[in-house]
C-alpha cells in the first residue's frame, strides 16, 4: 500500500462531507467523532480514507486486530465460509466449526479448557458471571475501580466510569461489590487487600472480575502480586476468579492472556475483541467441570458462535501462530517504550507516565489539551491514535501486531514532530 503521506486538509472533503450527513439517519448516542476520518479501505496497519489519505492505524479497531485489517488469511476464509453457509443455529444444525475454534482457543488459554462463544465482550462478562453464580450458588459478583467490562445492564454495574457509560441509565444489577485497583487514582496493595477482606468475608461472593490491565479505565498496571492475591482471595472464600481478558488477550501483552504474565490461572476467561478480527464474536473459557455444570440450552442466542465469525476466529489464531506475533507484541511494547521515553526526554513536563505490559503501552500526558494537540498534529501528518481514562490523558496504543519495524519508525517520526510542536504551544 506504500508510505504515510502528509495531508493539511484532515479531515477530508469527502470524511466531512459524510460527517455532515450522518446525523440526518444516525442516531446521535452512536455517532462518530466529526472530526475523524472515514475509512475507505485497510491494509495491515494502513487505513486509507475516502478522500485518498494514507495513515498508520493506532487504534486497530479499539483492540479487534491483532492480525491487521482485511488480513488475507481471514479475508479467504470469511468468503469460503459465506459461501458454503451464513447461520443455522448451532443449538439446532451443528457444525465443526464450532469445535474447531473450541479447541484452537483451549489450547492457547493454557489448555484443558472448555469453552463457549458468544457475540460481544459484555455478552461474554454476562456469560461468566451466571456460569460463576450457578456453579456457586452465590449471588455476590466483585470488581474494580477503574474498570470497564461493556454496556448492558449487568457490565454498566461492573464498568466505573459514570460519564459517558452509566448516567442516566440505573438502575444496575445488584449485588455488586467494588475494589480500588492497586495502582488506579492512588489505590494500593493495602488498600485493596483491607477492602478485599471486608467485602469477601462480609457477602457472598460468586466471583471476582477482574482486567489484567486496566483499558479503557487508563492503561493502569496493578502490580505483579495483585492478581496472585486476587486468586488467593477467591480460592480461599469459594469464589470463582474471572479475568476479562478481552482486550488484553490474543497475545497484546507479550503472552496469549495477560494473566499468564502473573502465572494465574483464572477459573473463567472472557475473550473478545480481536478474536475475529472485529467480526462479533466472543467467547468464556474455563475450567471443564465449571464450564460443563449448566445443562444444555442454559447458556445460548440466536447468533452466537456464528460460522462466519468462527471461521474467521480460527484464521485469525493461525496467523497469530504463523507470524509470531505473541512474541512480536513483546518487542513492538520495548520499541514503543523507547520511542516515547526519547520524546519524554526531548520535552520536559510532557509527559507524566509511560507504562503498560508488552505492546499495550500508555502514554500519561500531563495535559489533556496538549494530547489533544499531538494527536490532531499526528494525524495531519498521517496518524491515528486513540486515548484511554477518565480525563482523556493517556494516549493508548492498541496497534495491529502486524505492523512492521519501518511502519512503527515512521509513526514515531510522526510524534516527534506532534510533539516538539505540541510542546511549543504549551510554552
Ligand atoms: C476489558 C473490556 N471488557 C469488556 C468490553 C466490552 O466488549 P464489547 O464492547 O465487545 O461488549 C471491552 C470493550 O472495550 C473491554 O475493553
Given at each position: 500500500?506504500?508510505?504515510?503521506?502528509?495531508?493539511?486538509?484532515?479531515?477530508?472533503?469527502?470524511?466531512?462531507?459524510?460527517?455532515?450527513?450522518?446525523?440526518?439517519?444516525?442516531?446521535?448516542?452512536?455517532?462518530?467523532?466529526?472530526?475523524?476520518?472515514?475509512?475507505?479501505?485497510?491494509?495491515?496497519?494502513?487505513?486509507?480514507?475516502?478522500?485518498?489519505?494514507?495513515?498508520?492505524?493506532?487504534?486497530?479497531?479499539?483492540?479487534?486486530?491483532?492480525?491487521?485489517?482485511?488480513?488475507?488469511?481471514?479475508?479467504?476464509?470469511?468468503?469460503?465460509?459465506?459461501?458454503?453457509?451464513?447461520?443455522?443455529?448451532?443449538?439446532?444444525?451443528?457444525?465443526?466449526?464450532?469445535?474447531?475454534?473450541?479447541?484452537?482457543?483451549?489450547?492457547?488459554?493454557?489448555?484443558?479448557?472448555?469453552?463457549?462463544?458468544?457475540?460481544?465482550?459484555?455478552?461474554?462478562?454476562?456469560?461468566?458471571?451466571?456460569?460463576?453464580?450457578?456453579?456457586?450458588?452465590?449471588?455476590?459478583?466483585?470488581?474494580?475501580?477503574?474498570?470497564?467490562?461493556?454496556?448492558?445492564?449487568?457490565?454498566?454495574?461492573?464498568?466505573?466510569?459514570?460519564?459517558?457509560?452509566?448516567?442516566?441509565?440505573?438502575?444496575?444489577?445488584?449485588?455488586?461489590?467494588?475494589?480500588?485497583?492497586?495502582?488506579?487514582?492512588?489505590?494500593?496493595?493495602?488498600?485493596?487487600?483491607?477492602?478485599?477482606?471486608?467485602?469477601?468475608?462480609?457477602?457472598?461472593?460468586?466471583?471476582?472480575?477482574?482486567?489484567?490491565?486496566?483499558?479503557?479505565?487508563?492503561?493502569?498496571?496493578p502490580p505483579p502480586e495483585f492478581l496472585p492475591l486476587l486468586k488467593w482471595f477467591t480460592k480461599e472464600f469459594g469464589a470463582l476468579l474471572v479475568v476479562d481478558e478481552i482486550q488484553t488477550g490474543y497475545g497484546r501483552t507479550g503472552m496469549?492472556?495477560?494473566?499468564?504474565?502473573?502465572?494465574?490461572?483464572?477459573?473463567?476467561?472472557?475473550?473478545?475483541?480481536?478474536?475475529?478480527?472485529?467480526?462479533?464474536?466472543?467467547?468464556?473459557?474455563?475450567?471443564?467441570?465449571?464450564?460443563?455444570?449448566?445443562?444444555?440450552?442454559?447458556?445460548?442466542?440466536?447468533?452466537?458462535?456464528?460460522?462466519?465469525?468462527?471461521?474467521?476466529?480460527?484464521?485469525?489464531?493461525?496467523?497469530?501462530?504463523?507470524?509470531?506475533?505473541?512474541?512480536?507484541?513483546?518487542?513492538?511494547?520495548?520499541?514503543?517504550?523507547?520511542?516515547?521515553?526519547?520524546?519524554?526526554?526531548?520535552?520536559?513536563?510532557?509527559?507524566?507516565?509511560?507504562?503498560?505490559?508488552?505492546?499495550?503501552?500508555?502514554?500519561?500526558?500531563?495535559?489533556?489539551?496538549?494530547?489533544?494537540?499531538?494527536?490532531?498534529?499526528?494525524?495531519?501528518?498521517?496518524?491515528?491514535?486513540?486515548?484511554?481514562?477518565?480525563?482523556?490523558?493517556?494516549?493508548?496504543?492498541?496497534?495491529?501486531?502486524?505492523?512492521?519495524?519501518?511502519?512503527?519508525?515512521?509513526?514515531?517520526?510522526?510524534?516527534?514532530?506532534?510533539?516538539?510542536?505540541?510542546?511549543?504551544?504549551?510554552?
Amino acid at each position: 500500500m506504500g508510505s504515510i503521506k502528509i495531508v493539511t486538509d484532515v479531515p477530508g472533503p469527502r470524511s466531512s462531507a459524510l460527517a455532515a450527513a450522518a446525523p440526518a439517519w444516525v442516531a446521535r448516542p452512536v455517532a462518530p467523532d466529526p472530526t475523524s476520518v472515514a475509512i475507505a479501505r485497510g491494509e495491515g496497519a494502513m487505513v486509507e480514507d475516502v478522500d485518498g489519505n494514507r495513515y498508520l492505524d493506532l487504534t486497530g479497531g479499539l483492540g479487534c486486530l491483532a492480525v491487521g485489517h482485511s488480513h488475507p488469511k481471514v479475508v479467504d476464509a470469511i468468503r469460503e465460509q459465506a459461501t458454503r453457509f451464513l447461520h443455522t443455529d448451532y443449538s439446532v444444525i451443528p457444525y465443526d466449526l464450532y469445535q474447531r475454534l473450541a479447541e484452537a482457543v483451549s489450547q492457547h488459554c493454557g489448555g484443558g479448557r472448555k469453552v463457549a462463544f458468544f457475540n460481544s465482550g459484555a455478552e461474554a462478562i454476562e456469560n461468566a458471571v451466571k456460569i460463576a453464580r450457578a456453579v456457586t450458588g452465590r449471588p455476590g459478583i466483585i470488581c474494580f475501580e477503574g474498570a470497564f467490562h461493556g454496556r448492558t445492564n449487568l457490565t454498566l454495574a461492573l464498568t466505573q466510569r459514570e460519564v459517558p457509560y452509566k448516567q442516566g441509565f440505573g438502575p444496575f444489577a445488584p449485588e455488586v461489590y467494588r475494589l480500588p485497583y492497586p495502582g488506579f487514582e492512588g489505590a494500593t496493595m493495602e488498600s485493596f487487600e483491607k477492602a478485599a477482606r471486608e467485602v469477601f468475608a462480609a457477602h457472598d461472593i460468586a466471583a471476582a472480575v477482574v482486567e489484567p490491565q486496566l483499558g479503557e479505565g487508563g492503561f493502569v498496571v496493578p502490580p505483579p502480586e495483585f492478581l496472585p492475591l486476587l486468586k488467593w482471595f477467591t480460592k480461599e472464600f469459594g469464589a470463582l476468579l474471572v479475568v476479562d481478558e478481552i482486550q488484553t488477550g490474543y497475545g497484546r501483552t507479550g503472552m496469549f492472556l495477560a494473566s499468564e504474565r502473573r502465572a494465574v490461572r483464572p477459573d473463567l476467561v472472557a475473550l473478545g475483541k480481536s478474536i475475529a478480527s472485529g467480526l462479533p464474536l466472543s467467547a468464556v473459557a474455563g475450567e471443564p467441570d465449571l464450564m460443563d455444570a449448566l445443562n444444555p440450552g442454559t447458556l445460548g442466542g440466536t447468533y452466537v458462535g456464528n460460522p462466519v465469525a468462527l471461521a474467521a476466529g480460527i484464521a485469525v489464531l493461525e496467523v497469530i501462530d504463523e507470524g509470531h506475533l505473541v512474541e512480536r507484541a513483546k518487542r513492538l511494547g520495548e520499541l514503543i517504550t523507547t520511542g516515547w521515553t526519547a520524546i519524554a526526554s526531548a520535552a520536559p513536563g510532557l509527559i507524566g507516565d509511560i507504562r503498560g505490559l508488552g505492546s499495550m503501552v500508555g502514554v500519561e500526558f500531563r495535559d489533556r489539551e496538549v494530547l489533544a494537540r499531538l494527536r490532531a498534529t499526528a494525524m495531519q501528518l498521517g496518524v491515528l491514535t486513540v486515548t484511554a481514562g477518565k480525563e482523556a490523558k493517556v494516549l493508548r496504543h492498541l496497534i495491529p501486531l502486524v505492523i512492521t519495524d519501518d511502519e512503527l519508525a515512521e509513526a514515531f517520526a510522526v510524534f516527534n514532530e506532534a510533539a516538539a510542536a505540541a510542546a511549543v504551544a504549551a510554552v
